[in-house]
């Protein structure tokens, strides 16, 4: 388990908190604003998106996709540079029959997706994406829906695969 150390302080009447993040071998501080002194349940905190949506193919998006980079915004991506030290969504099937999996650090998820969106059964997020060609490849950024949008209710950022060929 990864413990990421933090102060308090206050200023003008307001409690920050100063959290040490090490992510990828850099570390960096968040500021968080107290905003309430109730605690909230998981299912409180949390944004669900709807996962109940019908399957409709794209023959574009189907087959293997293989991680290339993970950015903030669809701009920040150029290929041959990498953002990040590790990339931990690995890969993604598009299965024709609606089904997708996904390998995050050695493990397969299982998941659904529909034109437009790949459908996270187990957070109940619904993660938009598209392709873009640039230079002659195909490039899909999806967004990734983890913890820090699905109950901090930040703006998510996308990883970047390309077309594996067999």
């Known amino acids: 388990m990864i413990r990421n150390p933090y102060t308090l302080d206050s200023m003008d009447g307001d409690l920050y908190m100063f ?3 090490r992510a990828d ?8 604003k107290k905003v309430s002194g109730r605690s909230y349940t998981i299912q409180e905190l949390r944004k669900a998106d709807d ?5 409709l193919p794209d023959r574009e998006v ?9 950015v903030s915004q669809a701009d920040d991506f150029s290929p041959g540079k990498s953002h990040v030290e590790k990339l931990w969504l690995e890969r993604v099937d598009f299965c024709p029959d609606g089904t997708a999996v996904r390998r995050y650090d050695g493990e397969d ?3 659904r997706w529909t ?10 997020a619904a993660s938009a994406y598209f392709i873009r ?3 002659g490849r195909e490039y899909l950024f999806l967004e990734w829906k983890m913890g820090n949008v699905v109950y901090g209710g930040l703006k998510p950022e996308l990883y970047v695969f390309e077309r594996l060929r067999f």
């Not at 071998?25 to 968080?32: A, I």
């Not at 996962?51 to 399957?55: A, K």
């Not at 189907?62 to 993970?70: C, E, I, L, P």
């Open 19 to 21: 959290l040490e993040i």
């Open 25 to 32: 071998g850099k570390p960096y501080t968040k500021v968080l």
């Open 51 to 55: 996962i109940d949506r019908p399957f």
């Open 62 to 70: 189907m087959g293997s996709w293989k991680t290339v980079d993970f």
């Open 109 to 111: 998820w299982n998941d």
């Open 115 to 124: 034109k437009g969106c790949l459908l996270d059964l187990k957070k109940s």
């Open 133 to 135: 060609r640039i230079d």
